[in-house]
T-cell receptor, first 113, second 118 residues
């Protein structure tokens, strides 16, 4: 069975704080892909990153960084110096051998001025 | 690149009417498109997978006669909600994967369609 768990339902931070969104996954596939998507209030899902199971290198893109650890089946997402525009729902997702993209329940991030 | 459009963005209709939603991949060809439904404050629920030139594959519990899917070309898939009822009111969002691209497993999402059935 494949599963993605985002235990944090809602997070509220003050602008300029760093925040980490947790994602834990389960899969028996040896080849799989992990994703993060951002869903702002407008509704569109914005693709942020894709990681394959053979690449455990951490990635940084501006204020965003991702920590992929196969040993703990986690793919956490950190926003540094958060801004109000970062307020959104963030989804972690997994794609294994199935055609389906398995989504977590999402974490709602509120960045207060 | 990898832009997906959806039309209309919002629709209000009377109960019993049919509503068609279009999903287009603007700058790439998508052999496969996906249709999701999202209830407020919930995650996305896959309704069906649309393959160009063949019948769609519906997820368990999704009525294929209720939600008609047509994937007529490599850049266009349509979802028709037939005889819509208030319980069909929801946010419908499509996605497409660039089958021949460098990351065929990545789904790019459209902006979604908010359907309200009165």
């Amino acid at each position: 069975a494949q599963k993605v768990t985002q235990a944090q339902t809602e997070i509220s931070v003050v602008e300029k704080e760093d925040v980490t969104l947790d994602c834990v996954y389960e899969t028996r596939d040896t080849t799989y892909y992990l994703f993060w998507y951002k869903q702002p209030p407008s509704g569109e899902l914005v693709f942020l990153i894709r990681r394959n199971s053979f690449d455990e290198q951490n990635e940084i893109s501006g204020r965003y960084s991702w920590n992929f650890q196969k040993s703990t089946s986690s793919f956490n997402f950190t926003i540094t110096a958060s801004q109000v525009v970062d307020s959104a729902v963030y989804f972690c997702a997994l794609k294994g051998s199935s055609y389906k993209l398995i989504f977590g329940s999402g974490t709602r991030l509120l960045v207060r001025p | 690149g990898a832009v997906v459009s959806q039309h209309p963005s919002r629709v209000i209709c009377k109960s019993g009417t049919s509503v068609k939603i279009e999903c287009r991949s603007l700058d790439f060809q998508a052999t496969t498109m996906f249709w999701y439904r999202q209830f407020p404050k919930q995650s996305l629920m896959l309704m069906a997978t649309s393959n160009e030139g063949s019948k769609a594959t519906y997820e368990q519990g999704v009525e294929k006669d209720k939600f008609l899917i047509n994937h007529a070309s490599l850049t266009l898939s349509t979802l028709t909600v037939t005889s819509a009822h208030p319980e069909d009111s929801s946010f419908y969002i499509c996605s497409a994967s660039e089958t021949s691209g460098s990351s065929p497993e990545t789904q790019y999402f459209g902006p979604g369609t908010r359907l309200l059935v009165l």
